[in-house]
């Protein structure tokens, strides 16, 4: 799976919560100062060219969704962040944000009982 610049996962984030918009609609949910129109729709069609999204016409125009689900590209970020900073290691990754976030232990407590859950 292909990483995305900032721009295109600002997009992305919208369609994920919204599921199906057209590029309007899309704009409407992005925080101040707003892109332009043509700015929104180029980072669309590009993403549609990546495999992220794809559309249905609607009348004059097209309403865009997501191909890949948000927890899918998470998991591929995660583990890219993990192998590019931390050697691999979640470990050390986790030590790293305990260490430089002060962690509350009650944040600990419930990863722990997450990872207790999966296991």
Known sequence: MKQLTKAEEEIMQALWQLQMANVKTIIDTLPEP?????????????????????YEKRGKG????????????SNQSINKLVDNYFQGSFQSMVSFFVKKNDVDIKDIETLLNEINKNN
């Open 34 to 54: 707003k892109p332009a129109y043509n700015t929104v729709s180029t980072i669309v069609r590009i993403l549609e060219s990546k495999g992220f999204v794809d």
């Open 62 to 73: 097209h309403v865009y969704f997501p191909l890949v689900a948000k927890e899918s590209y």
